[in-house]
């Protein structure tokens, strides 16, 4: 199962910031959050990931609470293009396995 | 640098028949990992090779099965066909330089049994 709830659906305007939450009340000291999207009939994308500290990268912004049971995924300036589903995901982050555990995530809609 | 390519991309079978599906990952990667989408389960992973062995492997029946060769190139195969088996294939790679766990993955075969 899972390890993380999300919204299922979450709408934003286009050119302001989407803020996308996760909740991973269950997290390990050892685990990782990585975020994905999947836009429509593509295969899914990375985004970014993190343990404790907030990172950033060309993409987005991860923010973590500090207790770490929760993070938000932040499109600063959110286009149609980023209309997609987001998928917040919680694992350890060694080299040994692949398997990450996809739950249903969040589908934004980007309006014009 | 060339993406994930997976072949073919779409494609129809009957159910009890056999289905093999193909997957080079981005030069340099010796990790693949095959997961199946379907509107009903989502996402889903089937299996993960490395260095020509499975290292992981979802919770699927004895129909699925793959393998990896020694240029990293990865297949995987249905047998016996069932209708539920209808879905996206997806099929990533990963360097598994550090810790970054970046999957990067390809556009999918999309198989449609009838």
């Known amino acids: 199962d899972a390890k993380t709830t999300q919204p299922p659906s979450m709408d934003c305007a286009e050119g302001r910031a989407a803020n996308l939450p996760c909740n991973h009340s269950?997290?390990?000291?050892?685990?990782?959050v990585y975020w994905y999207r999947q836009i429509h009939s593509q295969g899914p994308q990375y985004i970014i990931h993190?343990?404790?500290n907030n990172e950033t990268n060309e993409m987005a912004s991860l923010i973590i609470t500090e207790d770490r049971k929760s993070s938000t995924l932040i499109l600063p300036h959110a286009t149609l293009r980023d209309t997609a589903v987001y998928y917040c995901i919680v694992r350890v982050g060694d080299n040994y396995g692949q398997n990450f555990v996809f739950g249903p995530g969040t589908r934004l809609s980007v309006l014009p | 640098k060339a993406g994930v390519t997976q072949t073919p991309r779409y494609l129809i079978k009957t159910r009890g028949q056999q289905v093999t599906l193909s997957c080079s990952p981005i030069s340099g990667h010796r990790s693949v990992s095959w997961y199946q989408q379907t509107p009903g389960q989502g996402l889903q992973f089937l299996f993960e090779?490395?260095?020509?062995?499975?290292?992981n492997k979802g919770n699927f029946p004895g129909r699925f099965s793959g393998r990896q060769f020694s240029n990293s190139r990865s297949e995987m195969n249905v047998s016996t066909l069932e209708l539920g088996d209808s879905a996206l294939y997806l099929c990533?790679?990963?360097?598994?330089?550090?810790?970054?766990?970046?999957?990067?993955f390809g556009e999918g075969s999309r198989l449609t049994v009838l």
């Open positions: 090779y490395f260095s020509e062995t499975q290292r």
């Open positions: 990533a790679s990963s360097s598994l330089a550090g810790v970054s766990g970046e999957l990067f």
């Open positions: 993190g343990l404790k």
């Open positions: 269950t997290i390990s000291g050892n685990e990782y």
